[in-house]
C-alpha cells in the first residue's frame, strides 16, 4: 500500500526556535494532513490541506500542499513548551487508501 | 460533549486470552475507525465502519482480531487468542462522513505477557 516518509524522525529545540518538518510520499494524495498526538492521548487534527500549493495556517502553525501532491510541510513558528509531541502527516484520496506516516517527535527545551 | 470513550484504558493479560476492547464514539457521528499503534508500524487502520457496517477490513492482522459494531453508540474490538506481538495501542476514532475530521479516543493500553 502506499506509504509516507516523515523527517525528521525527532527534533530537539530550545524554546522560541521554529520548526520545519516535511512529509513525502511516492503517490500522489488529494487531500493531506497534519495531526499531533501528545502523550497519552489520541491524535489530534492539526491542519487540513485540499488544493495543490495550498498554504494554511493555524496560529503558530503553517502547513503547505506540495505542488507536486506528493509531499508537505508544516512549520512551527516560536516554540513553546507545550508543543512537546509526535505530529504525524496523514494522505487521504478522497475517502480512500488513507495512510498516516510514521510520526515526527518533537522535544522543547527550555 | 463526552468526546470518544475508549475502555478499559489500559489492559494486561496473558498470552491465550480473550481481549475486548470498547468504544463509545460520539453521538451522531456515523464512521468508526479502529487503530493499531506500535513504535515499529506507527498507526495503522484496522477497520472501517460506516452506519454501523464494516466498509473495509483490510488491515485486520489475523482471523484472530474480530470487531463489531451492533448500534451507532457502541463498538468492540476483540482479540482472540491474544498473543504478545498484539500488545499496542489500540485507538478508536469517530467521524461524521469526512475522514480527516476524525476525533480519536484517549486510547487502549494493551500489554499481552
Known amino acids: 500500500g502506499q506509504q509516507l516518509n516523515q523527517s525528521p524522525q525527532s527534533m530537539f529545540i530550545q524554546e522560541g526556535e521554529d520548526v520545519s518538518m516535511n512529509c513525502t510520499s511516492s503517490s500522489i494524495f488529494n487531500t493531506w494532513l497534519w495531526y499531533k498526538q501528545e502523550p497519552g492521548e489520541g491524535p489530534v487534527l492539526l491542519i487540513a490541506l485540499y488544493k495543490a500549493g495550498e498554504l494554511t495556517s493555524n496560529g503558530r502553525l503553517t502547513a503547505q500542499f506540495g505542488i507536486t501532491r506528493k509531499d508537505s510541510f508544516l512549520n512551527i513558528s516560536a516554540s513553546i513548551p507545550s508543543d512537546v509531541g509526535i505530529y504525524f502527516c496523514a494522505g487521504d484520496n478522497y475517502g480512500q487508501n488513507f495512510v498516516f506516516g510514521p510520526g515526527t517527535r518533537l522535544s522543547v527545551l527550555p | 460533549d463526552a468526546g470518544v470513550i475508549q475502555s478499559p484504558r489500559h489492559e494486561v493479560t496473558e498470552m491465550g486470552q480473550e481481549v475486548t476492547l470498547r468504544c463509545k464514539p460520539i453521538s451522531g457521528h456515523n464512521s468508526l475507525f479502529w487503530y493499531r499503534q506500535t513504535m515499529m508500524r506507527g498507526l495503522e487502520l484496522l477497520i472501517y465502519?460506516?452506519?454501523?457496517?464494516?466498509?473495509?477490513d483490510s488491515g485486520m492482522p489475523e482471523d484472530r482480531f474480530s470487531a463489531k459494531m451492533p448500534n451507532a453508540s457502541f463498538s468492540t474490538l476483540k482479540i482472540q487468542p491474544s498473543e504478545p506481538r498484539d500488545s499496542a495501542v489500540y485507538f478508536c476514532?469517530?467521524?461524521?462522513?469526512?475522514?480527516?475530521?476524525?476525533?480519536f479516543g484517549p486510547g487502549t493500553r494493551l500489554l499481552v505477557l
Open positions: 465502519f460506516n452506519n454501523n457496517v464494516p466498509i473495509d
Open positions: 476514532a469517530s467521524t461524521n462522513d469526512y475522514r480527516e475530521t476524525q476525533y
